[in-house]
């Protein structure tokens, strides 16, 4: 049978687009080394039309410069085609890349996809909103035993707010009507002693002796006054 029909070969696999590539770039750089020796003939080419005088030389020179240039673009088309290869090659790749990632994102997705759903059966809305529900309580019952541990104990509760807002409102009258010399509120201030004798409205006590009229004698003034006579004796010695 096998020498009737002969034996399947086994056929190679296809190039990839990288290898295609790789393959005309090698062929284009071969092409750039044949167009710089081409170049540089050419170079050569015109110093000796320069230095070569008109005649059959000249001509001879010119007609072996316009061969090579020829062949520089031909080799040149050669090159461009290369490079719109390898273009078209690296806008595949490119697409095919794109795809691959394409590919691989979906499957990423996927993936997640299942272990989202699988970690949303764990976890259900009723039991965040009971547990928030909760949590509002206990804070409620904190803010209570707060408020209940900070109550003064020497404060009364009969306490009558309107005369303590009268009270803030006379402190801060008294606050305002500051002393200029020292800036001390005047309930801070030493408490001075009354004038006694300016409240009682006393005549000024006298420093020296009594003038006694002319005419008038003191004992005159003395029974006037209801005082006893003092004797003479004594007021003269």
Same mark, same amino acid.
């Given at each position: ?31 750039d080394d044949k ?127 309107? /005369?303590?807002?009268?009270? !803030? @409102? $006379? ?5 305002g009507n500051e &002393?200029?010399?020292d800036g001390v +509120?005047?309930?801070?201030?030493? /408490?001075?002693?009354?004038? !006694? @004798? $300016? ?7 006298? &420093?020296?002796?009594?003038?006694? +009229? ?24």
């Amino acid at each position: 049978m096998k020498r009737v029909f002969g034996v399947k070969k086994n056929k190679d696999p296809p190039p990839s687009i990288q290898d295609a590539s790789e393959r005309i770039t090698k062929r284009g750089d071969t092409v750039d080394d044949k167009i710089k020796k081409l170049d540089a003939e050419l170079s050569r080419y015109k110093e000796q039309i320069k230095k070569t005088r008109p005649g059959p030389a000249q001509e001879a020179v010119k007609a072996r410069a316009m061969r090579v240039l020829k062949q520089k673009r031909m080799y040149e088309g050669q090159r461009d085609m290369l490079y719109n290869q390898t273009f078209n090659l690296d806008q595949v790749q490119f697409a095919a890349e794109g795809i691959k990632d394409a590919q691989q994102t979906m499957t990423a997705l996927k993936s997640a996809n299942k272990e989202l759903k699988g970690m949303m059966k764990t976890v259900k809305i009723q039991d965040i909103d009971n547990l928030q529900d909760e949590m509002m309580d206990l804070m409620d019952v904190s803010n209570e035993i707060q408020e209940t541990l900070g109550r003064s104990y020497n404060v009364p509760d009969d306490i009558d707010e309107d /005369d303590l807002m009268g009270e !803030l @409102d $006379a402190l801060e009258l008294d606050m305002g009507n500051e &002393t200029e010399a020292d800036g001390v +509120p005047s309930y801070l201030q030493p /408490d001075k002693e009354p004038d !006694l @004798d $300016a409240e009682l409205n006393l005549p000024p006590a006298p &420093t020296g002796q009594t003038a006694v +009229p002319p005419g008038r004698s003191n004992a005159q003034t003395e029974d006037e006054l209801g005082l006893p006579a003092v004797p003479q004796a004594s007021i003269r010695g």
